[in-house]
């Protein structure tokens, strides 16, 4: 495992003792990590299902799956088998484990991506290229190709033209298409499609993997609830291997999960929360002086003054505000930083004071 990077969040703890020393302490906007409620339907079907002495399924509760391809088929568009569709233990140890499952020798990735896409490449033992373009790949064959839309960092959308496009490269190589699609229900400006939808994959969903996460969408990143689905095939080898790993959601969780994805009242609540945040941080920013680019969806600002990014994490937290520089995602952000909106309103309006 030497491999690895250093984890890069350790390089913005003075950064974080510098914000917390402020009189009026900390706005968190580094992480993103959720902190509103969860809801109260989702508690009670967890606690509901405390008492499991048993053994849970790898491949969940058949409640669980139909009620996940109802989610998608109600908000997405998307159609899929319910036995398709495979529980994961919060999406981040899918994406850091998916190279090993298929023994991927090549992983690419975006150029500025969630971390993790490079971690599991190496895990794997991969080569791990990112690139936003096929075209510069060149000749050797990729196994596993990462696209997420809405971006993180960058909260961009990927239009169909372009995911259709990557959807038909990939067939015609024999390459795995995964979408990390955990943000897909918090477009702005722009709404974005699955990889499973119709008019990217004209109707079949050979050599497509979705990935989907609840921590956002329902504040659920503490109960480690995802779920996978696509490509039939992949799917059942997916469970095969994980059968044998031992990685099984646990019941209380998968009772949750189905009271969540069968309520669409509390991820509307939670999205409207979501954009008055955005709506009072945006502006602020920009009259502070940072410019934002894409961000059209998700829960990120990809923000800059010019400056960089390290430069511009410096600033912030001389005021108490902690976000993370764009280098953490790749080479590409060295002068944008990220700024989640996962804050209270109380500390948005925070913020927003301190940026005046």
Known sequence: MNNLPDFPWDKLEPYKERALAHPGGIVDLSVGTPVDPVPQNVQDALVQAADSPGYPFTHGTKALREAAAGW???????????????????SKEFVAWLPTYLGARRVVFPELAYPTYDVGARLAGAVATAADSTLALGPERADLVWVNSP???????LPVEHLRKVVAWARERGTVVASDECYIELGWEEEPVSILHPDVC?????????????????NLAGYRAGFVTGDPVLVKRLLETRKHAGMIMPAPVQAAMTAALGDDAHANRQRELYS???????PALERAGWR???????????????????????KLSEIGILVAPGEFYGPAGERHIRIAVTATDERIGAAVRRLQ
């Open 151 to 157: 971006g993180n960092p960058t909260g961009k959308v």
């Open 292 to 314: 934002v680019d894409h961000s059209t969806a998700g829960l990120y600002f990809w923000a800059s003054n010019g400056q960089s990014a390290w430069d511009q994490v410096g």
């Open 276 to 282: 008055a945040r955005r709506a009072l941080l945006r």
């Open 72 to 90: 998608l088929r109600r908000r997405h568009s998307v159609t899929v088998d319910q036995r398709d569709v495979l529980p994961v233990i919060g």
């Open 202 to 218: 004209g109707g079949s969903h050979e050599g497509l993997l979705a990935v989907h996460s609840l921590s956002k969408r329902s």
